[in-house]
């Protein structure tokens, strides 16, 4: 037998063992009480086919799950598009021109532009909304997109075994969190955005997540969470004291009233949800809950 059969039959078999053993992906952990069993896993929004089907451990706690938990349900686009007419966008007559300098103007047109937006299309948002399609369309433009995005996967899992979906939040609250900043730290944010775009760092921090989720790389995880949420900058301090640091408290409430209802509740949530000190698993282990990361 030839060195080239031996390699190819080599190549051959990792490739079988790949397709029914996929990698480890994001982080999961176990959640136990009273004897019920609730199961925490750490997603990403946006993804791409390859991320699929995930591994077993979390497809086996899925299908052993009486229920799938998620922050919101993403298929309810009624829902989204009315509080995004009550948070995201000016009254009628108003306009990001009359909320920016001229020079933040500036630059937000030309981002419009190399993304393919006008800024005569897009005048009604405020610069929260903004800066967020604009990174979400550098994240798309390297081929991630959010029908790839963990929930997604999850959702259509727990529909093919009939499981009911409980939500942790809605759509009108998350966006609600945003309009919590003024109008100087908005621009601050619209400008901390741009000029990452810009310089590509935006990109190098999505990137370094999905990485470090895709590998269930727990000190890239790490590395990603403190970036985004350290420094002297609006982006930050919000992601910091908002998004994860008033959120996770009450996202750990609203786990423990399901955990009382259902036997077995498979939760899924961002993966920063899972880090630091004032994480979802430090929570539950405070209020009591045996929590042990599988991986």
Known sequence: MSINTHVERAAAATD????IDPPRRGALYRVRQDGKTSYLFGTVHVGKQAFYPL????????????????????????????ALGRYARY????????HVSAETLAKLEFALGKAGMSLASMENYKPWL????????????QGYRRSNGVE???????EQQSKPLRELESADY????????DDAQQEAYLQENLAELASGVSLTKTANLLDAWSRADARGIQASWKTLTS??????????????GKRNPEMATSIEAIMQKDQVAFVGVG?????????????????????EQLY
């Open 174 to 181: 998350q966006l609600s969190l945003f309009d919590t900043l």
């Open 55 to 82: 591994e077993p451990q979390v497809t086996k706690a899925l299908a052993e799950s009486t229920s799938l938990v998620l922050e919101l349900d993403i298929r309810a686009d009624a829902a989204f598009q009315k």
């Open 91 to 98: 009254a009628p007559g108003d306009s990001v021109r009359n």
């Open 231 to 244: 420094g002297e900058t609006v982006s930050a301090a919000f992601m910091e004291r908002t998004l994860l």
């Open 152 to 158: 997604q996967y999850l959702l259509h899992t727990a």
């Open 130 to 141: 903004l800066a967020n399609v604009l990174v979400g369309s550098e994240i798309e433009r």
């Open 16 to 19: 079988a063992a790949t397709e």
């Open 271 to 291: 993966l920063l949800h899972l880090v630091g000190d004032n994480s979802l698993p430090q929570l539950l282990r405070a209020r009591g809950y045996q929590v």
